[in-house]
């Protein structure tokens, strides 16, 4: 019986040692994903302090889509 628990803890041991070592790979691809895909972001579609009227200088008309040339 004791040489049965003993196997048993040994089986789960291992078995802890793999999941940890699993979850450490997953963690580590995480992060270089996350750092891959920070690089790619172009952050200046992120400026809303312009419209696309202002950045093309035109005026778009909502309700057929048509552009004309901004009156300044």
Known sequence: ???FTKN???LFREKIN???ILLL???GL???GHIKLRKKIDH???NITKSIEDIH???INTYN???KPAKH
């Open 8 to 10: 048993i803890k040994n």
């Open 30 to 32: 995480n992060i270089y």
């Open 44 to 46: 200046r579609y992120y």
């Open 57 to 59: 200088q035109v005026e």
């Open 1 to 3: 019986m004791e040489e």
């Open 65 to 67: 889509g048509e552009l």
């Open 25 to 27: 790979i997953v963690l």
């Open 18 to 20: 793999i999941v940890i």
